[in-house]
C-alpha cells in the first residue's frame, strides 16, 4: 500500500491518499497538484522527485 500526504510535500494542505498501486497514486497526486495548487502537468523532474520522496510504501 502506498501513501501520501500533501503536507509531506511542504505543502498547508490535509491531502491525504492510499492506493495499492503506486503509478496510480502519483496520477490522482498529479491530478490533485494541478487542481489544487495549480502546478502545471507534467510536473517537473524536481517535483517528481519530491513527490517520490513524499510517497510512503
Ligand atoms: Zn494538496
Sequence with gaps: ???FKCKDMGMKC???LKDE???ELM???ALHSEK???MKQPLPPD???RLR???KK
Design 47 to 49: 517535483m517528481m522527485a
Design 21 to 23: 498501486n503506486q503509478e
Design 14 to 16: 490535509k491531502f491525504e
Design 36 to 38: 489544487t495548487h495549480n
Design 1 to 3: 500500500m502506498a501513501s
Design 53 to 55: 520522496i513524499a510517497i
Design 27 to 29: 496520477q490522482i497526486v
